[in-house]
């Protein structure tokens, strides 16, 4: 396994990883010269996606994700990847307005909650204009295909895959007909009762309160490429 002439940046919590870069002859560089970002865990994805960088990404965690290789095998697949044995899928970044201003960009998920612990509220769903659904819940998000894998998939949403669009999934709902949702490209949100204060949290980022009936809009804006990991074998 060697590195010899390629540049690499490490994104996130790096641990060991940029000394096993060196090892194997290769380069730290920043993400705007390098051949290839690898990106720690979630919050070292999310930084390197929203850095405005074609390069791509491998995302390398201890966790259990469909889309990132196991951070023990950082070598090998670092070596697979610029060696070209990969292929990248595109995962979307969505934009996200609150009543057609721009608020920011999401990697993972887009979540409205109430502001105080235990009480509901109640939102609606739509998509293109049109009412898909209103429900009551503690809360309501808009996962990415790279943020279903995380508190979307724990709330009961499904594991999207990076072509299938967003899965919109009600958190603690207050009914049984309360759907999960998977829209293609976009999806809009709103705050149908001013019963309780919501907020507005993208990416783990609170973003301040949400006025009633104001559409919240994530719509997909952009893609980051992300080295495919290979399977692990049995």
């Known amino acids: 396994m060697d590195l010899s002439g ?24 920043d993400p705007a010269a390098a051949d290839l970002i690898v990106a720690i865990d979630a919050a070292g994805f999310r930084r ?11 995302v390398v965690t201890a966790g259990d994700v469909y ?26 970044i969505v934009e996200v307005t609150l009543d057609g201003e721009h608020v920011g960009r999401a990697l993972l998920e887009v979540t409205l909650l109430t502001s105080e612990p235990a009480r509901i509220s109640e939102y609606g769903v739509a998509n293109e204009g049109s009412t898909l659904q209103t429900f009551r819940a503690d809360a ?20 999207v895959r990076p072509n299938a669009g967003l899965a919109v999934v009600p958190i603690a709902s207050f009914t049984t007909h309360a ?5 293609p490209g976009s999806a809009t949100l709103s705050v149908e009762r001013d019963d ?15 006025p009633t009936h104001a559409p919240i809009t994530v719509r997909t804006v952009d893609h980051v490429p992300v080295v495919r990991p290979a399977p692990r074998a049995d």
Request: glycine share 12%; proline share 8%.
């Open 140 to 159: 309501v998000t808009v996962a990415t295909p790279a943020g279903s894998a995380g508190y979307a998939r724990a709330a009961g949403g499904p594991v």
């Open 67 to 92: 889309y990132a290789a196991p951070i023990d095998e950082v070598g090998e697949m670092i070596a697979a990847a610029l060696s070209g044995d990969r292929s990248h899928v595109d995962h979307p």
């Open 179 to 183: 759907d999960t949702l998977v829209l």
């Open 196 to 210: 309780e204060p919501v907020s507005l949290v993208v990416d783990g980022d609170e973003r301040g309160p949400v």
């Open 48 to 58: 390197a996606a929203l850095s405005d960088t074609d390069t791509p990404v491998l």
């Open 6 to 29: 390629h540049r690499l940046a490490v994104v996130g919590a790096d641990g060991d990883v940029p000394e096993t870069v060196r090892r194997l002859g290769g380069s730290i560089v």
